[in-house]
């Protein structure tokens, strides 16, 4: 990676976080915000790059690229990096995610929860969990509907090896300014459902992206996923 490709993460690091900023204090928590680098299809270079300019929490789509990533990166000393699996997760991929992600963004389903409770390594800290949610009912969209979240929020409450931290959704695409607001808070609205049960540990509200990032914050997302705006175009 030449050093001017290195620089222009580092810089659109900077200029994301900044953002943030002024978004959360905009927002009627004023809560800081995490940053998740969304790193699927991009280079072991481009990940360090983002972090030595700081960035800790890294988001990958698929188990077999994720894994190989993660092994590679600690290898070479990036120990504190945290790596969030965000995609679809099969029965038959969960124990790579289980032995090797800090986070799982995209729960929808009590056997998943099950299995990746029971094949995290006793070792290890437990799994932080998301719940993603499906609120707008969209068919091309994983996630669970808001009707179910509680009695998946029990179950996974309930496992040993697990650590349910809050909710995520991804927005049917297409939707207007006025849909993805009203979307977004009935996501809020779960979330604070959710913390009324469990308490402080339900701190992370996953939504928004590089288009709908200024929505989510001010509708209470404190973590966003953004890739391009950071890395640029994905690697083919």
Same mark, same amino acid.
């Given at each position: 990676m030449t050093i001017k490709v290195s620089e222009k993460i580092q810089n659109n690091l900077v200029n994301l976080r900044q953002q943030l900023k002024i978004l959360s204090e905009e927002s009627?928590?004023? @809560?800081? #915000?995490?940053? $998740?680098? #969304?790193?699927?299809k991009h280079s072991i270079d481009a990940i360090k790059a983002a972090a030595d300019a700081g960035q800790i929490h890294f988001g990958e789509n698929y188990v077999q690229e994720g894994v190989a990533k993660i092994q590679q990166l600690r290898a070479e000393g990036f120990?504190?990096? &945290?790596w969030h699996f965000i995609g679809p997760l099969q029965s038959n991929k969960t124990k790579d995610v289980a032995e090797h992600f800090d986070w799982v963004q995209s729960i929808e389903r009590e056997k998943?929860?099950?299995? $990746?409770n029971d @094949?995290?390594?006793?070792?290890?800290?437990?799994?932080? #969990?998301? $719940? @993603?949610v499906n609120i707008d009912d969209d068919d091309n969209k994983s996630g669970l509907s808001p009707n179910d979240v509680e009695a998946l929020a029990r179950f996974v %409450?309930?496992?040993e090896n697990l650590k349910l931290r809050g909710l995520m959704t991804i927005l049917k695409a297409g939707t207007s300014e006025q849909e993805r607001k009203e979307s977004f808070a009935k996501m809020r609205q779960l979330y604070q459902q959710l913390q009324a049960v469990y308490?402080? &540990?339900?701190?992370?509200? %996953? +939504?928004? +992206?590089?288009?709908?990032?200024? &929505?989510? #914050?001010l509708e209470g997302a404190n973590m966003v996923r953004i890739g391009t705006a950071i890395f640029g175009q994905r690697e083919s």
């Open positions: 009627d928590d004023q @809560q800081p #915000v995490q940053l $998740l680098a #969304v790193s699927k120990n504190h990096l &945290q998943i929860a099950r299995r $990746l @094949q995290r390594p006793t070792d290890s800290d437990p799994l932080n #969990v998301l $719940l @993603q %409450s309930n496992c308490g402080e &540990q339900i701190d992370t509200l %996953s +939504m928004g +992206m590089s288009g709908d990032m200024r &929505q989510a #914050v």
